[in-house]
C-alpha cells in the first residue's frame, strides 16, 4: 500500500565526523545522542573541543564546549537558527534523531543558506512520520499508521514515501475518493 | 555529435584591453538577438585556419543580458597550440567566426547567502557576466583578483569603478600584494559560496586551503579549460565507425576524430564537463588522462577516457565510437 520507490525518500548516511571542521555543529534528538556516542568511540573526544551540542531530551555522556537542552523541538529550532545565523564557514551540521526532527533542524538549515548534501544525517528511534495532507495542507507529526486520518480535515490518507524537504514532510494522499468512508483499516507501518 | 545549435557571427570590435589580452565582441550576421546565457558560461569558437578547423573553449564577458553581442577576452599564451596565436594574429574586424550557444559549467549557486569570488589573471572573465548577474539579482558577493602587474591585468580598474574598492580587492605579484586566502576563508559567514578560476596551481591551492578549513565541497566551486597537451603520434581505431585515424603530435583525439568526419560529441573541449566520455575497448599503452572530470578509480580501469584532451602513450587505443 505505500508507494515505495521513490527518488525523493531521503537517505541518512552516517553522523561521520568531517575531520577538517574547525567547529562542530550537533541538533541530536532522544536516541540521536547515540550516534554521537558512537562517533566518540571511533574519533576520541578531540572534536568535542571544538562542538556545539543542543539537545532535546537528554544530553549525551560526553564533555563538549557548549551543550545546551531544549524541553521540546520547536525550542530548539529557535536556539539552532540563531547558531546557524552567527556561524562560520567551516562550521558542520550534524543531525540525529527521528525523521521529523531531521527534516526540520535541516529545513532551517535550507532557509540559512546551507546545501542540505553537506549536512551530515543519522536516523535513530521511531520511524514515525510527519506527514502533509495534500488538501488541506495540514502537517501531522508522528504518523505511526497508513492509512491514517489527517489531525486537520479529518480525510482518510495514504502515506506516500514522496517527501519535500522544504516541508519537512511525507505527502498524504487521500484514500478513499471514490468511495468516501470505505478506507482499508490503518495498518502501523512506522513504528 | 555536439548539441550545440551554431551560429555565425562576425566580429564587429576588438580591443586590446592588456598587454596580452584582447577583446572580441561578436554580433550575429542573421541580425537576430543571440540568447540569454547566465553568468559563468562559455562559448566554443570555431576557426577556419587554413586547412585546420580550431574550437576553443572562451567564457562569456559580457552582461548575460545583453542579446546584441557576445564578448570574450583572449590571452595570448606563449606555448599556444595556435588558437590564442590565431585570434589575436589573424581575426580581424569584420571577420567570421561560428559560436556555440552558451553552455554553463560553472554557475553561480542561488541559494548562497555570499558568493567570494577569487580570479588570477585571465580567469577574470566568467567573474565579469557573473557579477553582472549577481547585481540583478541582488546576490552579496566580493571579488579577489591577483594580476601580474597592473598593465598585464585586464579589467581591474573598470571593476574598481563599477562595483567599488570595498568588493573589488586588487593584488598585484610586482607589488608583493598576494591573495590572503586563508584570512579570506576562514572569515566567512555559513552558507557562503566559494568560485575560483586562474591558474591551475591556484585553483588547486585555494580548494587545498578551503577544504583544510572545512568548507563543505558542495559550497566550493572553479572552472580551468585545459588546452589538449602536446605528444607522441599514435593511432585510434573506431570500433563503431569502423575507421582507423592516426593523432597527430599537437592534435587531440577528437580533433582527429572530427577531421575524419566522425561527429564524436563534446561541450567544453577542456577535460571538464565529461561530455565527451568514452569507452575504451582495448590499448596497445598507457592511458594519459588529462582531464578533472573523471574519478581516479576511472583512470586506473582503463575502461574510460575524455576524449577531448587525454592521450595515450604508446602504440594504439581502439574506442567505441
Same mark, same amino acid.
Given at each position: 500500500?505505500?508507494?515505495?520507490?521513490?527518488?525523493?525518500?531521503?537517505?541518512?548516511?552516517?553522523?561521520?565526523? #568531517?575531520?577538517?571542521?574547525?567547529?562542530?555543529?550537533?541538533?541530536?534528538?532522544?536516541?540521536?545522542?547515540?550516534?554521537?556516542?558512537?562517533?566518540?568511540?571511533?574519533?576520541?573526544?578531540?572534536?568535542?573541543?571544538?562542538? #556545539?551540542?543542543?539537545?532535546?531530551?537528554?544530553?549525551?555522556?560526553?564533555? &563538549?564546549?557548549?551543550?545546551?537542552? &531544549?524541553?521540546?523541538?520547536?525550542?530548539?529550532?529557535?536556539?539552532? *537558527?540563531?547558531?546557524?545565523?552567527? &556561524? /562560520?564557514?567551516?562550521?558542520?551540521?550534524?543531525?540525529?534523531?527521528?525523521?521529523?526532527?531531521?527534516?526540520?533542524?535541516? /529545513?532551517?538549515?535550507?532557509?540559512?543558506?546551507? #546545501?542540505?548534501?553537506?549536512? *551530515?544525517?543519522?536516523? *535513530?528511534?521511531?520511524?514515525?512520520? *510527519?506527514?502533509?495532507?495534500?488538501?488541506?495542507?495540514?502537517?501531522?507529526?508522528?504518523?505511526?499508521?497508513?492509512?491514517?486520518?489527517?489531525?486537520?480535515?479529518?480525510?482518510?490518507?495514504?502515506?506516500?514515501?514522496?517527501?519535500?524537504?522544504?516541508?519537512?514532510?511525507?505527502?498524504?494522499?487521500?484514500?478513499?475518493?471514490?468511495?468516501?468512508?470505505?478506507?482499508?483499516?490503518?495498518?502501523?507501518?512506522?513504528? | 555529435?555536439?548539441?550545440?545549435?551554431?551560429?555565425?557571427?562576425?566580429?564587429?570590435?576588438?580591443?586590446?584591453?592588456?598587454?596580452?589580452?584582447?577583446?572580441?565582441?561578436?554580433?550575429?550576421?542573421?541580425?537576430?538577438?543571440?540568447?540569454? %546565457?547566465?553568468? =559563468?558560461?562559455?562559448?566554443?569558437?570555431?576557426?577556419?585556419?587554413?586547412?585546420?578547423?580550431?574550437?576553443?573553449?572562451?567564457?562569456?564577458?559580457?552582461?548575460?543580458?545583453?542579446?546584441?553581442?557576445?564578448?570574450?577576452?583572449?590571452?595570448?599564451?606563449?606555448?599556444?597550440?595556435?588558437?590564442?596565436? %590565431?585570434?589575436?594574429?589573424?581575426?580581424?574586424?569584420?571577420?567570421?567566426?561560428?559560436?556555440?550557444?552558451?553552455? +554553463? !559549467?560553472?554557475?553561480?549557486?542561488?541559494?548562497?547567502?555570499?558568493?567570494?569570488?577569487?580570479?588570477?589573471?585571465? =580567469?577574470?572573465?566568467?567573474?565579469?557576466?557573473?557579477?553582472?548577474?549577481?547585481? +540583478?539579482?541582488?546576490?552579496?558577493?566580493? $571579488?579577489?583578483?591577483?594580476?601580474?602587474?597592473?598593465?598585464?591585468?585586464?579589467?581591474?580598474?573598470?571593476?574598481?569603478?563599477?562595483? =567599488?574598492?570595498?568588493?573589488?580587492?586588487?593584488?598585484?605579484?610586482?607589488?608583493?600584494?598576494?591573495?590572503?586566502?586563508?584570512?579570506?576563508?576562514? +572569515?566567512?559567514?555559513?552558507?557562503?559560496?566559494?568560485?575560483?578560476?586562474?591558474?591551475?596551481?591556484?585553483?588547486?591551492?585555494?580548494?587545498?586551503?578551503?577544504?583544510?578549513?572545512?568548507?563543505?565541497?558542495?559550497? !566550493?566551486?572553479?572552472?580551468?579549460?585545459?588546452?589538449?597537451?602536446?605528444? +607522441?603520434?599514435?593511432?585510434?581505431?573506431?570500433?563503431?565507425?569502423?575507421?582507423?585515424?592516426?593523432?597527430?603530435?599537437?592534435?587531440?583525439?577528437?580533433?582527429?576524430?572530427?577531421?575524419?568526419?566522425?561527429?564524436?560529441?563534446?561541450?567544453?573541449?577542456?577535460?571538464?564537463?565529461?561530455?565527451?566520455?568514452?569507452?575504451?575497448?582495448?590499448?596497445? =599503452?598507457?592511458?594519459?588522462?588529462?582531464?578533472?572530470? $573523471?574519478?581516479?578509480?576511472?583512470?586506473?580501469?582503463?575502461?574510460?577516457?575524455?576524449?577531448?584532451?587525454?592521450?595515450?602513450?604508446?602504440?594504439?587505443?581502439? $574506442?567505441? !565510437?
Amino acid at each position: 500500500m505505500l508507494v515505495q520507490g521513490i527518488k525523493s525518500r531521503p537517505v541518512y548516511t552516517g553522523l561521520e565526523i #568531517d575531520v577538517n571542521a574547525r567547529r562542530h555543529l550537533f541538533a541530536l534528538e532522544g536516541e540521536g545522542i547515540e550516534a554521537l556516542h558512537e562517533q566518540v568511540k571511533t574519533h576520541g573526544v578531540e572534536f568535542l573541543k571544538t562542538a #556545539d551540542i543542543l539537545c532535546v531530551g537528554s544530553l549525551p555522556k560526553v564533555t &563538549a564546549e557548549y551543550m545546551w537542552q &531544549a524541553p521540546t523541538i520547536p525550542v530548539l529550532l529557535n536556539r539552532l *537558527r540563531i547558531n546557524l545565523i552567527n &556561524a /562560520k564557514m567551516g562550521t558542520r551540521l550534524y543531525l540525529s534523531g527521528t525523521e521529523g526532527f531531521i527534516g526540520q533542524t535541516m /529545513k532551517l538549515a535550507l532557509d540559512q543558506s546551507i #546545501d542540505f548534501n553537506s549536512i *551530515r544525517t543519522e536516523h *535513530r528511534g521511531s520511524l514515525a512520520r *510527519r506527514v502533509q495532507c495534500v488538501h488541506c495542507k495540514g502537517i501531522t507529526d508522528d504518523v505511526k499508521t497508513s492509512p491514517y486520518k489527517c489531525t486537520h480535515c479529518g480525510l482518510n490518507l495514504l502515506v506516500r514515501d514522496h517527501y519535500s524537504r522544504r516541508l519537512a514532510a511525507f505527502q498524504g494522499v487521500c484514500i478513499d475518493a471514490e468511495q468516501p468512508g470505505n478506507a482499508p483499516p490503518p495498518v502501523e507501518m512506522f513504528p | 555529435m555536439s548539441v550545440n545549435t551554431e551560429m555565425a557571427v562576425h566580429v564587429a570590435k576588438i580591443t586590446q584591453v592588456a598587454e596580452k589580452v584582447k577583446r572580441f565582441r561578436f554580433e550575429r550576421i542573421d541580425g537576430r538577438p543571440l540568447p540569454v %546565457f547566465s553568468g =559563468g558560461a562559455h562559448v566554443v569558437v570555431a576557426m577556419r585556419d587554413g586547412d585546420l578547423l580550431r574550437r576553443n573553449p572562451y567564457s562569456l564577458m559580457s552582461s548575460p543580458y545583453d542579446q546584441s553581442a557576445y564578448e570574450i577576452s583572449v590571452l595570448r599564451v606563449e606555448q599556444s597550440r595556435g588558437g590564442s596565436a %590565431f585570434m589575436h594574429e589573424h581575426v580581424k574586424l569584420g571577420d567570421t567566426l561560428i559560436v556555440s550557444q552558451p553552455i +554553463n !559549467l560553472f554557475p553561480y549557486d542561488v541559494r548562497g547567502r555570499k558568493h567570494v569570488l577569487m580570479a588570477g589573471g585571465i =580567469g577574470i572573465t566568467p567573474f565579469m557576466a557573473m557579477m553582472d548577474q549577481m547585481t +540583478n539579482e541582488g546576490s552579496n558577493f566580493e $571579488l579577489h583578483y591577483a594580476v601580474r602587474d597592473r598593465s598585464h591585468g585586464a579589467y581591474w580598474r573598470e571593476l574598481t569603478e563599477r562595483y =567599488g574598492a570595498h568588493r573589488i580587492k586588487i593584488y598585484c605579484d610586482v607589488e608583493k600584494l598576494f591573495i590572503p586566502t586563508d584570512a579570506i576563508l576562514a +572569515n566567512q559567514a555559513l552558507g557562503t559560496h566559494l568560485y575560483v578560476c586562474g591558474p591551475s596551481g591556484m585553483i588547486d591551492g585555494v580548494l587545498g586551503k578551503a577544504t583544510a578549513l572545512g568548507w563543505p565541497k558542495q559550497n !566550493l566551486h572553479s572552472e580551468r579549460f585545459l588546452a589538449p597537451p602536446p605528444g +607522441n603520434v599514435f593511432e585510434v581505431n573506431l570500433n563503431r565507425s569502423n575507421k582507423s585515424i592516426v593523432v597527430g603530435t599537437h592534435q587531440s583525439i577528437l580533433e582527429a576524430v572530427e577531421a575524419a568526419g566522425v561527429d564524436a560529441p563534446y561541450l567544453c573541449r577542456g577535460g571538464a564537463c565529461g561530455q565527451c566520455e568514452t569507452s575504451v575497448l582495448g590499448c596497445d =599503452g598507457v592511458i594519459e588522462h588529462h582531464d578533472i572530470f $573523471l574519478e581516479p578509480e576511472d583512470k586506473t580501469s582503463g575502461k574510460k577516457i575524455m576524449i577531448c584532451v587525454s592521450r595515450v602513450k604508446g602504440q594504439a587505443i581502439t $574506442l567505441d !565510437l
